[in-house]
């Protein structure tokens, strides 16, 4: 009995560690200028490519994930190219380093960017309520309409669709940083409007008693924000 809990245990932490190793942003550049960036927060992942050259977007996936041993499993929650593989269930062998992350079969060699630090918001965050005029709007986080946004330890982004219906509405990203209560998004991409890249947004931003990330600014189109996020479980 004792021998079979610590088999357990070790099995247990090996896992976690493998889980861990991957945590964070990952990306690879072909033809010079278009970049895929892959973001694996606690539970969740998104999949973006660019042109890092124009901001130019051209896709993104995302959803939930797992990794046993070297077997990564994603479960489709929302693509932006193609509503079939929503609710799908993919597999994929891969071979994690300090620095790469490798897709057997293929040619696909992903280079890291950050382990998920420094950020202080590292993870998958659902807006869960806007404040208007002082007063708090909850949202449900149950509704099949999401808005999404996922951090590693440098990048953001955000994605905004429907689980129901299996549309995807929008999405922007790029780099972040949090200093002194200071969340500054520099956006690198933005599905609707690339004329937006290259903005930088500055918002007030803090964590809640319960855990959540509250902040204000202005959005790209200079339109006051003032919104709460919570982590998803």
Same mark, same amino acid.
């Given at each position: 009995?004792? /021998?079979?809990?610590?088999?357990?245990?070790?099995?247990?932490?090996?896992?976690?560690?493998?889980?861990?190793?991957?945590?964070?942003?990952?990306?690879?550049?072909?033809?010079?200028?278009?970049?895929?960036?892959?973001?694996?927060?606690?539970?969740?992942?998104?999949r973006?490519?660019?042109?890092?050259?124009?901001?130019?977007?051209?896709?993104?996936?995302?959803?939930?994930?797992?990794?046993?041993?070297n077997q990564?499993?994603?479960?489709?929650?929302?693509?932006?190219?193609?509503?079939?593989?929503i609710?799908?269930e993919?597999?994929?062998?891969?071979?994690?380093?300090?620095?790469?992350?490798?897709?057997?079969?293929?040619?696909?060699?992903?280079?890291?960017i950050? /382990?998920?630090?420094?950020?202080?918001? /590292?993870?998958?965050?659902?807006?869960?309520?806007?404040?208007?005029?002082?007063k708090?709007?909850n949202?449900?986080?149950?509704?099949?309409?999401?808005?999404?946004?996922?951090?590693?330890?440098?990048l953001?982004?955000?994605?905004?669709?429907?689980?129901?219906?299996?549309?995807?509405?929008?999405?922007?990203?790029?780099?972040?940083?949090?200093v002194?209560?200071?969340?500054?998004?520099?956006?690198?991409?933005?599905?609707k409007?690339?004329?937006?890249?290259?903005?930088?947004?500055?918002?007030?931003?803090?964590?809640?008693?319960d855990?959540?990330?509250?902040?204000?600014?202005?959005?790209?189109k200079?339109?006051?924000?003032?919104?709460?996020?919570?982590?998803?479980?």
């Amino acid at each position: 009995m004792k /021998n079979s809990i610590c088999l357990l245990f070790s099995l247990l932490l090996t896992y976690s560690g493998i889980a861990q190793e991957i945590m964070g942003a990952w990306e690879i550049t072909q033809d010079n200028s278009i970049k895929t960036v892959l973001t694996f927060t606690d539970g969740y992942f998104v999949r973006t490519t660019y042109n890092s050259e124009n901001g130019e977007f051209i896709g993104t996936s995302g959803g939930a994930w797992e990794l046993q041993n070297n077997q990564l499993t994603e479960i489709i929650e929302f693509d932006s190219n193609d509503a079939h593989r929503i609710g799908n269930e993919e597999t994929y062998v891969i071979t994690i380093t300090d620095e790469t992350l490798a897709f057997k079969d293929t040619d696909i060699i992903l280079k890291r960017i950050d /382990n998920g630090t420094p950020g202080d918001l /590292n993870g998958a965050w659902l807006m869960s309520a806007r404040v208007m005029e002082g007063k708090i709007q909850n949202r449900d986080m149950d509704n099949p309409r999401k808005t999404m946004k996922i951090l590693s330890g440098t990048l953001f982004q955000w994605i905004a669709y429907n689980t129901e219906t299996k549309e995807f509405m929008a999405t922007g990203g790029g780099t972040y940083t949090t200093v002194n209560g200071k969340y500054t998004e520099n956006i690198q991409f933005f599905s609707k409007d690339p004329s937006r890249v290259g903005m930088e947004l500055e918002f007030i931003y803090g964590i809640t008693e319960d855990g959540d990330w509250h902040h204000r600014g202005r959005s790209t189109k200079g339109d006051p924000i003032d919104e709460i996020w919570s982590l998803r479980p």
